[in-house]
Each structure stands twice: as C-alpha cells, then as structure tokens.
Nanobody, 120 residues
Framework: QVQLEESGGGSVQPGGSLRLSCQIL????????MGWFRQAPGKKREGVAA?????STRYADFVKDRFTISKEKNTLYLQMNDLKVEDTSMYFC????????????????WGQGTQVTVSS
C-alpha cells in the first residue's frame, strides 16, 4: 500500500513561485513512477508532470519551462515558477507501478491534494 501526503500549496501573485512536496509514506519505493495532477472546480483532472522510476520526465505543454518535477528519497517535488492565474487549482500527487504518463487513469495511488491559488 502506498500512501501519499502533499504539502506546500498556498497563495501567490502572478509571476511568483511555489514548491509542492509529496511525502511517500512507507518503505522507500525507488522504482515507483510518480506524477503531479491538478483539478480546478468544474474541470477535468489534468496531468501536469510525471517522473518514471528510471528518472525520465514528462510535462504538459502548459507548464514546460516553468515547472520541474523531481524526487529525493521518499519525497516528490514540483517546483513551480512564473505562476499564472490559470495555474490556480488543487494539485494532487499520484503513484503507479507502471509507466508514468500524464493520464490520471493509469495511477493507482493518490494524495488528498494541496490548493494553489494565483491571484493579484
């Protein structure tokens, strides 16, 4: 069983930065694939970034060159720079024993989410 716990959300102005963290509770899962997703009210959950167990990464076009996904030991990170109003959403981390994609349906384990609000 994989348990995930996000933190690091908050409110920032456009152009600001935040770093989200996702603690993986339990033994060190070095080969597990991870991802960050987001869902705004009334919208479908969308993939933001994914990290395979071998270290390869994938990013949604709308966050390329602004967001960076990384993992250190049992913590997954999402560094978010140059935040835009449209990045406002609930952000979730997720895990899968398969290949990390940007499709939510392939992930089996989910955290409760952390809110990110970007406004002036």
């Amino acid at each position: 069983q994989v348990q995930l716990e996000e933190s690091g959300g908050g409110s920032v102005q456009p152009g600001g930065s935040l770093r989200l963290s996702c603690q993986i509770l339990g033994p060190a899962f070095t080969s597990i694939s991870m991802g960050w997703f987001r869902q705004a009210p009334g919208k479908k959950r969308e993939g933001v970034a994914a990290l395979d167990g071998d270290g390869s990464t994938r990013y949604a076009d709308f966050v390329k060159d602004r967001f960076t996904i990384s993992k250190e030991k049992n913590t997954l990170y999402l560094q978010m720079n140059d935040l835009k109003v449209e990045d406002t959403s609930m952000y979730f981390c997720a895990a899968t024993w398969g290949i990390a994609t940007l499709e939510a349906e392939y992930f089996s384990y989910w955290g409760q989410g952390t809110q990110v609000t970007v406004s002036s």
